[in-house]
């Protein structure tokens, strides 16, 4: 059992514009309406780089800010953990297109934005940070792959780490054969020991077997969940908005879950 404290959340999403202005939906005290993910290029990036960051740059950096500002901390001094199913969905589309057509010539910018550590690089550009930085893939298990690298980190290395989980759809054909239901991010600044700014104790432990995965309360909410892989996640940040104890089951790979307690400070 690994044992971490959370100080900053960031959270983009279809009808979740924000950590502050969701945290009585994700509790279920306000309605849940679904709208489009509210997407915007970060004023961390120079102006050169906000023209080139696609979908995938956008969120990560997005929920990655809001984590920091309300945590207080300097984003130079954190490291990250990015996880995601897929990276950047319409860039691969868009060089499939041109692999499969005469001539075929990729930009350098499709093909820098092409690789999966894409958004980590855009991040390490726009916080200043020299810090260690880890980009995962694990299907639809890639949110508890992320927490669990993030833990990992947290408890071996005694590492302050910002965990950024984000997902996008694919366009069609790629749509057809792997649908991600909509564009979501979110973000966890996590710590090896309490501080002041502490908002709740995660204990995080991997189990043997399959569990019943924690549902969202709301319809709307668990289509989300279920339809968007980094949106795993969301149990975890309900549980946040509620200031409550909890237990959860979130799917890992290979028959495995992850059993996660929680306990506000």
Known sequence: M??????????????????????????????YVAAPTSLRASDMLPAAERRRA???????????????????????????????SGGDNDNVHAINGILATAPREVSPTRFHNSVHNA????????????????SLCAYDASFA????????????????????AYDHPYPEPLNAVRPIAAAFGMALIL?????????????????????????????????????????RGLPLLAALARGEAAQLCIAYLDDNHLDIRIAPC
Request: net charge negative.
């Open 119 to 134: 958004a980590a690089g855009y991040w390490c550009i726009a916080a200043g940070t020299h810090e260690p930085s880890t």
């Open 145 to 164: 792959a992320g927490l669990l690298e993030s833990a990992t980190q947290v408890t071996v290395d005694d590492a302050t780490v910002v965990l950024i």
């Open 2 to 31: 690994m044992r971490l404290y959370v100080e900053g959340i960031g959270l983009l999403g279809p009808g979740l514009d924000g950590w502050s202005a969701s945290r009585d939906v994700l509790a279920g005290t306000t309605p």
């Open 191 to 231: 710590t090896p020991r309490k501080t002041e700014k502490s908002l709740a104790t995660i204990e995080v432990d991997i189990v043997s077997g399959n569990g019943q995965e924690t549902a969202m309360r709301d319809a709307g909410l668990e289509a989300l969940r279920s339809g968007v892989p980094a949106a």
């Open 54 to 84: 696609g979908v995938p740059i956008k969120l990560a950096l997005a929920v990655g800010q809001e984590a920091f500002l309300q945590a207080g901390r300097d984003t130079k001094t954190t490291s990250t953990v990015f996880t995601s």
